[in-house]
């Protein structure tokens, strides 16, 4: 559900600890919204992820998992994940904090409810790198404030050449990624939108795309234009 390999977008923007600390947007008048983006292993969405965060006229908001694994050295307190006690994550759990959580070898790994909360209310966007559970469980508990969109390699073919171009993996670890892939690929109906990734720019320019329309949806927008369209009929 969090694999670590994708975890290299950690601290490429704010992160949803900060809420505190975030002025609101000048559109406040809109609730913010989780953009969740999946794909399988070598797809391009830890580049893609990057990208956006990297923007900041989107001014994206990365949220940051808890997880009870262990610290690695090259891994900072709540950059890359906040590290937390199994007593700590069984607490969050129970007691329904957690907009979405899962056990991965041992390890327990979860998305805080309360720093996307803060964020989605002062018309943030937050953005999630997660997978078909994770997502599933999102929706579950919030599922209007959900975009999803799944990133589709181009083929199987170019799938496999990307993970052995990474030279990070053997052979059966590659082989077993692909399988993982397949398996994720027969969901790609259960996402709001899809993208064939075969070239950077141009998924990225789509995604670009899919947030400023999603921003200015009815529905977003109550509040904000409501109070507009209320003053503009009291002119004529």
């Given at each position: 559900?969090?694999?670590?390999?994708?975890r290299a977008?950690q601290?490429?923007g704010?992160n949803?600890?900060?809420?505190n600390?975030?002025?609101r947007?000048k559109?406040?008048?809109?609730?913010g919204?989780?953009l969740?983006?999946?794909?399988p292993?070598?797809?391009?969405?830890t580049?893609?992820t990057?990208?956006?965060?990297?923007?900041?006229?989107?001014d994206?908001?990365?949220?940051?998992?808890?997880t009870?694994?262990?610290?690695?050295s090259?891994?900072?307190?709540?950059?890359?994940?906040?590290?937390?006690?199994?007593?700590?994550?069984e607490a969050l759990r129970?007691g329904g904090?957690?907009?979405?959580?899962?056990e991965v070898?041992?390890?327990c790994y979860?998305?805080?409810?309360e720093p996307?909360?803060?964020v989605?209310?002062?018309?943030?966007?937050?953005l999630?790198?997660?997978?078909?559970?994770g997502t599933q469980?999102?929706?579950?508990?919030?599922?209007?404030?959900?975009?999803?969109?799944f990133?589709?390699?181009?083929?199987m073919?170019?799938?496999?050449?990307?993970?052995?171009r990474?030279?990070?993996?053997?052979?059966?670890?590659i082989?077993?990624?692909?399988?993982n892939?397949?398996?994720?690929?027969l969901?790609?109906?259960?996402?709001?939108?899809?993208?064939v990734?075969r070239?950077?720019?141009?998924?990225?320019?789509?995604?670009?795309?899919?947030?400023t329309?999603e921003r200015r949806?009815?529905?977003?927008?109550?509040?904000?234009?409501?109070?507009f369209?209320?003053?503009?009929l009291?002119?004529?």
């Amino acid at each position: 559900m969090h694999p670590d390999e994708d975890r290299a977008t950690q601290g490429t923007g704010r992160n949803a600890d900060d809420a505190n600390d975030l002025p609101r947007r000048k559109d406040a008048g809109r609730r913010g919204f989780m953009l969740i983006l999946s794909s399988p292993s070598g797809a391009g969405k830890t580049t893609l992820t990057r990208m956006l965060l990297q923007t900041k006229e989107l001014d994206l908001t990365l949220s940051i998992s808890v997880t009870t694994r262990p610290r690695r050295s090259s891994e900072v307190d709540g950059i890359h994940y906040t590290f937390i006690t199994r007593k700590q994550f069984e607490a969050l759990r129970d007691g329904g904090e957690l907009l979405e959580w899962a056990e991965v070898h041992g390890n327990c790994y979860g998305t805080p409810r309360e720093p996307v909360e803060k964020v989605l209310a002062q018309g943030r966007d937050v953005l999630f790198d997660i997978d078909y559970q994770g997502t599933q469980q999102v929706k579950q508990k919030t599922a209007e404030d959900v975009v999803t969109i799944f990133i589709l390699p181009p083929s199987m073919k170019e799938l496999r050449a990307r993970l052995e171009r990474r030279a990070e993996d053997p052979p059966e670890v590659i082989a077993k990624r692909l399988e993982n892939a397949r398996n994720e690929i027969l969901r790609w109906t259960q996402y709001d939108y899809v993208l064939v990734n075969r070239d950077l720019q141009t998924t990225f320019s789509d995604l670009f795309a899919i947030l400023t329309a999603e921003r200015r949806r009815a529905v977003r927008l109550k509040a904000g234009i409501g109070a507009f369209v209320e003053e503009l009929l009291r002119e004529s």
